[in-house]
């Protein structure tokens, strides 16, 4: 099992930038995908950001060129750099890991973003 913990949400302001982390509780490189996920009241989870076991990324439309994910094996952590940050980025920002071979994924707690002057 893998526990995940988030931090790094904030109240901040449009135009902003904030750094997410989600540190896990084992090693999961390589052998997870990891992503971010956001959802705001009402709505469906979406997904923001991926990587993949092999370091392949990908993103939502809505944040690309503006957001980046990446990851540290060593400290067992994912992270989210969010640049340019906008009201309509005002979400709790979730962490999620899927392990390559069983499927078996795991949630962090949510952090909560607010994007606001």
């Known amino acids: 099992q893998v526990q995940l913990v988030e931090s790094g949400g904030d109240l901040v302001q449009p135009g902003g930038s904030l750094r997410l982390s989600c540190g896990a509780s084992?090693?999961?490189?390589?052998?997870?995908?990891k992503g971010w996920y956001r959802q705001t009241p009402g709505k469906q989870r979406e997904l923001v950001a991926v990587?993949?076991?092999?370091?392949?990324?990908n993103y939502a439309d809505s944040v690309k060129g503006r957001f980046t994910i990446s990851e540290d094996d060593a400290k067992k952590t994912t992270y989210l750099q969010m640049n340019s940050l906008k009201p309509e980025d005002t979400a709790v920002y979730y962490c999620?890991?899927?392990?390559?071979?069983?499927?078996?994924?795991?949630w962090g707690q949510g952090t909560q973003v607010t994007v606001s002057s």
């Open positions: 999620h890991v899927r392990h390559i071979l069983s499927g078996n994924d795991y």
């Open positions: 084992v090693s999961i490189f390589g052998i997870y995908h």
């Open positions: 990587i993949t076991s092999s370091g392949t990324t």
